[in-house]
T-cell receptor
Framework: GAGVSQSPSNKVTEKGKDVELRCDPI?????LYWYRQSLGQGLEFLIY????????KSGLPSDRFSAERTGGSVSTLTIQRTQQEDSAVYLC????????????FGPGTRLTVL | DQQVKQNSPSLSVQEGRISILNCDYT??????FLWYKKYPAEGPTFLIS?????DKNEDGRFTVFLNKSAKHLSLHIVPSQPGDSAVYFC????????????FGQGTTLQVKP
């Protein structure tokens, strides 16, 4: 079956521009996570969606970051007024009902802010 | 505040020998620990996990050991194979949480033929 897909795979933007990153989770997975990996660092939790519950936004680094999950499936991570420190690989993962269930990761979107 | 730490950025091992990857954590609320493996340009893939009620979990060539008193876990790969060469991330989760994972910085393992 299809795994988690993300688009675009690479995004180069200029400082100050807005970007949207998309994630298509595995069908039937109710939990969706966004992480980012900066150069030489581990994965950093950003936001979590579970069904119709309010998302856990505790990892978002600033109010320039926001995410939506429409219809309990596709998710979009939006970064407004991008800064150079936003350059990283943004990874999406989904799991069956969250909790201790295995998270399946997509290949990531490499964002470069010039 | 790095709650999960992998202090060795890299490890090189000869094929057939044992690889030992280490991880330390500071948050005593963590009760579930995982190891993920990552190849370049791919997302991490789940390898093995352990609950805090156990001190060892084994799956084929992979064994994870947990020492709660020392807040330390390790991943043993025996025997190591060239295909094991990848970045290995340790991750932890707290009960009652959403399943969000706190990751270490990763250790790059190179297995030489």
């Amino acid at each position: 079956g299809a795994g988690v897909s993300q688009s675009p795979s690479n995004k180069v933007t200029e400082k100050g521009k807005d970007v949207e990153l998309r994630c298509d989770p595995i069908s039937g997975h109710t939990a969706l996570y966004w992480y980012r990996q900066s150069l030489g660092q581990g994965l950093e939790f950003l936001i979590y969606f579970q069904g119709n519950s309010a998302p856990d936004k505790s990892g978002l680094p600033s109010d320039r970051f926001s995410a939506e999950r429409t219809g309990g499936s596709v998710s979009t991570l939006t970064i407004q007024r991008t800064q150079q420190e936003d350059s990283a690989v943004y990874l999406c993962a989904s799991s069956f009902h969250g909790g201790y269930n295995e998270q399946f990761f997509g290949p990531g979107t490499r964002l470069t802010v010039l | 505040d790095q709650q999960v730490k992998q202090n060795s950025p890299s490890l090189s091992v000869q094929e057939g020998r044992i690889s030992i990857l280490n991880c330390d954590y500071t948050n005593s609320m963590f009760d579930y620990f995982l190891w993920y493996k990552k190849y370049p340009a791919e997302g991490p893939t789940f390898l093995i996990s352990i609950s805090s009620i156990k001190d060892k979990n084994e799956d084929g060539r992979f064994t994870v050991f947990l020492n709660k008193s020392a807040k330390h876990l390790s991943l043993h790969i025996v025997p190591s194979q060239p295909g094991d060469s990848a970045v290995y991330f340790c991750a932890a989760s707290a009960s009652g949480n959403t399943g969000k994972l706190i990751f270490g910085q990763g250790t790059t393992l190179q297995v030489k033929p």
